[in-house]
Each structure stands twice: as C-alpha cells, then as structure tokens.
C-alpha cells in the first residue's frame, strides 16, 4: 500500500523551533505524516511559557501553528516525556526520523563565587513563575527592595519591565495573578541593570527599550551612560538602542515613585557577596571593582540544556542539524541559545532541507511505522490537538476579568481537564 | 491577465498569507504564481502581470529578511515599472510605531519607478490576533475588484 511507504517523522518539542521544523519539511513532503511530541500537555513551548505574560502581541505566532496542527497529517502528542515515557532508541525504531526540537531550557550559570548563595535566581525560572508553568514552584519568590538583573538582553529587559509595572500593566494579558499579587505587595525599591557590553551593543531590541521609556513608571538613571555620544551613524538598531537609553534616563521624563532603575554598563560580575543569602554583586567596571547592594539577584545570561537523554546530543552548536542517520535538531538545540522566534524559521527551513536531502537520497528509508506502533500506555497517556483544545478553552473561559487566559499550575490538572472533556463528548 | 503574488516575510506568516491569497486566486485565473522575494529578481517585474504584494514589518520598521536582498536589487536596478499595477497588503504589529512600515518600504518603491497601486492598502496587526489570512482575504476582493480583475465569489 502506498500509504504505508509516507515518510514518518517524529519532531520532539512544540515550540517555535519545532512547529517552524514541521511545517517547513511539509512543503517539500506534503504526503509525511508528523508527529510533535511535547512533554506538556500544551503545545507551543516558549511562546506559552517564555514569552512575557505581557507581551500577547507576540504570542499571536500561535494562530499561525493551530492551523498547521489542524492539518490531519500532523499529530500532536502532548504528555510525552522522552526519556520518561518512551525512550529516544524506541522513537527512531517507530519512526524514519527523529528531529530533537527541544529548546534549552536550564539557565547558563554564570560561574562566579556565590551563585548558590539563597536569593539568586535564573529568569528562566521566573519567567515561567511568571507564566504559570506546571512543575515551577507556583510561589513567587520574596525578591526584596534591591533587586540586580545580570544581563542585558530582552529576556532581562521583561523581567525589569515586569519589576517596574504596577497592576495597570497587565490588561488582556495572561499574566499569573498569584505571582503578579505576591510582587505588588512587596515590589522594589531600586533595581540595578547589569550590562556587560556597553549600550549600543546591548542584547536588547530597540523597541523593548522604546516600551520601557513609554511606561509612566520607573525612574532610570545611569552613571555610565553620560561618556556615550548619542550619534545617528552606525547600526540604525544601535543608534536606536542609544536613542531609548537617552529617552529612558532623560531628566524630563516625568518622576514616577516606582523603582529606581540603574543602568549599568560595561560591567562584568565576578562575585555574589553574602553568607547564606546574597547581599550583594561585586562587580569589575572600567574605574575599579565596586559592589551592587542586592536583597535578590536575578540572572538572564541565556539557557544551556538541562541534563536529560537528550542533552549531550545537543549541547553544543553545529552547522549541520543531522546529528546521525535518521537524528536531527533544530532551534537552539542545534545553533544556541541566541534569536528570537522568527530565527527559528530559518533554521527549521535548513535542517529541513537536510531531511528532505537525506529522503531523496535514501538516506532515510521510509517504511517505519509510525505512532501506532507505538506502546499502548504511551498512546494512551498522549493529549492530543483535539483534547489541547479542551483545555485552551477550558483556560480562556476560566480568565479572570482583564485576563485572555488562567493557565493552570498543576499538570496533571491540565492533563485531566484536556481528558474530561473528550469523555463528555463521547456520551 | 498574468497574476504573481509577491511576499516577503520574517515569521512566516506572510507566506502563509501569499500562499491564501494564491489559491483564493486560482479559483478564477488559470495563471496565478507566488513567489519569495527572495527567490524573485526585480528585472521581472513586467506590466504584463498583475502583482499582490504581501509583506511583514522587522525590527525598526524595516523590510523582513527574506525581502532584503530583492529591494536591495530594486535599488540598483530601479526597473521601469511605468504600467505595472500592484496592490499590496502589508502586515505589523500596533504594539510598536512602527506598525504596518515594513510593506511601506515596498510600496513607495515601487510607486516611485512609475507603478501604480491599486485598491485599499490591506493591513493586518498581529495585535488584533485575528488570523492574517482572513484579514487578507477579506481585503482581497476590494483590490481585486480595483484592479478590474474578476474574482470567483
């Protein structure tokens, strides 16, 4: 039978770099059947768990990939923990290849004296706090009133937005009101922003800094800034990202009782101070070594894989996304943690190419059989779209007012939700 | 007449926007083709087709990626484009002020080198999170009619 000679893939993770991957590969293979394995039972990784709360804009990416996962060639199966529930030699028995989209989800520790010390955090850790992610600790940690952002970067320009904002910030956001409250009744009282490079090279985007000078909240200084010529030659992004720092620390812009914010630049930590709990950064600048009074230090310096089956496959970065006949990655599994969403297209559109390629070629032999094959209990424990749906509604219906979306912190109520409903339509 | 659909895109949601757009068309027009830009040279552009330009917004309010190369061509080549007739749809995001100017950059060099655009500028914003396609297929008809090109209902 013909049907049986498709090619079957298995794409493990439903981020950006996934979704991008399968939708990419079905061009040149329209008659491929897809599987999208996520160890949630929601798909979408990042854009759900990553992407400020705030920032629904951007999130939107997603009615792009609900109408891939509409397509009926496309299976999702959330609930799967590779590793945990099926191992990765059996997938690339069930299926002619296997893509490892799976992100990078542990944050790069910085490797200074201190970073165990209490009140040192990763923003991966607190953005999904933030976010409501199943498995994260659904308490908002005690930050303190002098909070230090290591990291210049966009990551660690929404959690200063997000230290910066008061209640009227969050307005059709999907924000989790449980961390949102915890913060507002302790927020800070100064914030230090710790850039390694100086302000035209920083990591932010332009408009992430044009956001910030908009908000009528925060009053930022910097005592690094003034050597800094703002001029229009150069990088159009650089000479904007000089022109928001300017906006941002202007002595006209209205004084706000929200935090003071402290930007900091050409700064390189090199040590967390403090016994038991963190008191401070100690930091090198170009006139010395000085040290940054902190309650709480949060550090957005990028991601690196956490330790799993998967992870020495894709620790470091690689030109080519085939990692052995039939094995692939793509997104940051494959090139780093560096780029936003849309880079992912790129990449998924050249490992899929090499798939594609390696089809052509007979290099991948179609014939496996796909996610039938696989172990009843698996097929079982899978969420598929379908069941997805059940609990996306489930979460839009349940918002609170001036929330599109409560996300649920228990998985396995996310689980049984998603579930319940497919059993209320069956009677 | 000839219809070739342009777009150029960063996220991907203008391809899909293009690819919509060019089945929407093919109900009616037997010779509807849709290109990348970056798979496209400005040297073929020709009054002898109609063109739908579709095309997202980057950064700040820059061309996306895959429309770079294409305008940079255009730059240097600044094709006669006197006859040629377009309408254009334009995607962005009205969280930043720079909704909607990524098409802009497209539109005004096209219309500087003698073209002509047709019908109402379409826009989608991603902040609505209404889906770009049917935004644009909602648009499409309007620009069609503009054009004097008959579309299937």
Redesign the interface.
């Known amino acids: 039978m013909p049907s049986e000679l498709v090619p079957r893939l298995a794409v493990i993770g439903s981020g950006p770099a996934g979704c991008y991957f399968a939708q990419s590969v079905l061009r040149g293979a329209p008659e491929a059947e897809i599987t999208i394995f996520d160890r949630l039972a929601s798909p979408f990784g990042l854009v759900r768990y990553g992407v400020a709360a705030d920032h629904q804009h951007t999130k939107a990416i997603t009615r792009q990939f609900e109408r891939f996962f509409a397509q009926p060639n496309v299976r999702f199966a959330g609930n799967v923990d590779i590793g945990r529930d099926v191992t990765l030699d059996e997938l690339r028995e069930a299926y002619d290849a296997v893509i490892l989209a799976t992100g990078l989800s542990a944050d790069r520790s910085l490797g200074v004296p201190g970073e165990t010390l209490l009140g040192v955090y990763g923003s991966g850790g607190i953005t999904r706090v933030l976010n409501s992610h199943p498995g994260e600790r659904p308490v908002f940690p005690s930050l303190g009133s002098d909070i230090v952002i290591i990291g210049g970067g966009n990551v660690a320009i929404d959690l200063l937005r997000f230290l910066v904002k008061d209640r009227s910030g969050y307005e059709a956001s999907d924000i989790s009101d449980e961390a949102l409250e915890a913060y507002i009744a302790n927020p800070a009282e100064r914030v230090t922003v710790l850039h390694r490079s100086g302000p035209a090279a920083a990591k932010s985007d332009p408009q992430m800094l044009k956001e910030l000078a908009a908000l009528p909240r925060g009053r930022y200084e910097s005592p690094d800034l003034a050597s800094v010529a703002p001029t229009a030659e150069g990088d159009r992004q650089e000479a904007a990202r000089l022109a928001a720092f300017a906006e941002l620390t202007s002595p006209d812009r209205e004084p706000t009782s929200a935090p003071v914010v402290s930007l900091r630049f050409n700064t390189i930590p090199v040590a967390f101070t403090g016994t038991n709990q963190v008191e401070g950064v100690r930091i090198e600048t170009p006139r010395g070594i000085e040290t940054v009074t902190a309650t709480s230090v949060i550090t957005a310096i990028g991601f690196e894989q956490a330790s799993s089956e998967i992870s020495e496959l894709t620790a470091k970065p690689a030109e080519s996304g085939r990692i052995a006949t039939g094995l692939y990655r793509t997104g940051w599994a494959k090139r780093g943690p560096r780029g936003a969403i849309p880079e992912n297209r790129a990449c998924a559109k050249g490992v899929a190419e090499e798939v594609l390629a390696d089809l052509a070629a007979g290099v991948i032999v179609s014939g496996s059989p796909g996610f039938d094959s696989l172990s009843d209990s698996l097929r079982a424990r899978s969420i598929s779209y379908e069941q997805w749906t059940t609990l996306d509604k489930h979460e839009r219906e349940s918002a609170a007012e001036g929330r599109v979306r409560r996300k649920l912190t228990d998985h396995d109520e996310m689980v049984n939700i998603a579930r319940d409903a497919q059993t209320s339509e069956r009677n | 007449m000839k219809i070739t659909v342009l777009y150029g ?5 203008s391809e ?1 926007v293009a690819e919509d757009l060019g089945a929407k068309l093919r109900e009616t027009h037997d010779d509807v083709e849709v290109f990348d830009l970056q798979d496209f040279d400005p040297a073929d552009l020709t009054p002898n087709h109609f063109y739908v330009v579709v095309c997202s917004t ?3 309010g ?1 061309l996306p ?1 895959t429309a770079i190369d294409f305008a940079e061509k255009f730059d240097v080549l600044q094709p006669d484009l006197t006859g040629l007739r377009y309408a254009i749809f334009g995607l962005g ?1 009205s ?4 909704y909607s100017q990524g098409s802009e950059h497209l539109d005004r060099r096209f219309t500087a080198q003698g073209a002509e655009r047709v019908g109402e500028y379409g826009r989608h914003d ?2 609505s ?1 209404d ?2 396609s049917d935004i644009a297929l909602e648009w499409l008809p309007g620009a069609m009619e503009a054009a004097g090109l008959a579309l299937a209902g």
């Open positions: 895109t960063e996220s991907g949601n899909l980057h950064g700040e820059d990626n995001d969280f930043y002020d720079t991603a902040s999170w889906l770009p």
